[in-house]
């Protein structure tokens, strides 16, 4: 059974681009979610999304948004890049279980200059 | 203060230590606590979970969960330089069906040498 698969996996933008993300989730999970993670905030809940409807949200400004595609499929933008965007961006699938289990993907490293 | 707290470390230990790893929480309503590894230039995957109070054992790793004192530990004995890597605790969102937003640690690095 293949994982999640996020690409691209390493981009380089500077300040004021805007950037999408990708993430393929683990067939049959309907549930995608997206986190931020940085040395100094560590993982940071993003958003999720479930059967093409955005669930839950972080506490992130408006810049960074998601969307679900009918195959689960999900893509994250972040518009107006700031040096303080850069980070790991994760991906992870879900089953639904409310055990909390999620299946990552290796991310993509965003930096931004 | 954040929500799960946890120590960043990092921590070293040589091969064949018991390793304690620990965590505190805030929110009352968290039910059910994770343990997740990420090995460098990797997602997170799923180490163990446990529900409410008392211990869960797999192996070499060892989950407790303490709720009166809002306490999680995860302890693996016999460590291998295999176990190096950051592990991070964590707990779903408790206010519903949101399944996919988990609250982390700031996770521990830790390093087993040979």
């Known amino acids: 059974k293949a994982g999640v698969t996020q690409t691209p996996r390493y981009l380089i933008k500077t300040r004021g681009q805007q950037v999408t993300l990708s993430c393929s989730p683990i067939s049959g999970h309907r549930s995608v979610s997206w986190y931020q993670q940085t040395p100094g905030q560590g993982l940071q809940f993003l958003f999720e999304?479930?059967?093409?409807?955005?669930?839950n949200k972080g506490n992130f400004p408006g810049r960074f948004s998601g969307r679900q595609f009918s195959n689960s499929r999900s893509e994250m933008n972040v518009s107006t890049l700031e040096l303080g965007d850069s980070a790991l961006y994760l991906c992870?699938?879900?089953?639904?279980?409310?055990?909390?289990?999620?299946?990552f993907g290796e991310g993509s490293r965003l930096t931004v200059l | 203060q954040k929500e799960v707290e946890q120590d960043p470390g990092p921590l070293s230990v040589p091969e064949g230590a018991i390793v304690s790893l620990n965590c505190t929480y805030s929110n009352s309503a968290f039910q059910y606590f994770m343990w997740y590894r990420q090995y460098s230039r990797k997602g997170p995957e799923l180490l163990m979970y446990t529900y409410s109070s008392g211990n869960k054992e797999d192996g070499r790793f060892t989950a407790q969960v303490d709720k009166s004192s809002k306490y999680i530990s995860l302890f693996i004995r016999d460590s291998q330089p295999s176990d190096s890597a950051t592990y991070l605790c964590?707990?779903?969102?408790?206010?519903?069906?949101?399944?996919?937003?988990?609250?982390f640690g700031q996770g521990t690095i830790l390093t087993v040498h040979p």
């Open positions: 992870a699938s879900s089953a639904g279980s409310n055990t909390g289990e999620l299946f």
């Open positions: 964590a707990s779903p969102y408790a206010g519903g069906t949101s399944y996919g937003k988990l609250t």
């Open positions: 999304y479930f059967s093409e409807t955005q669930r």
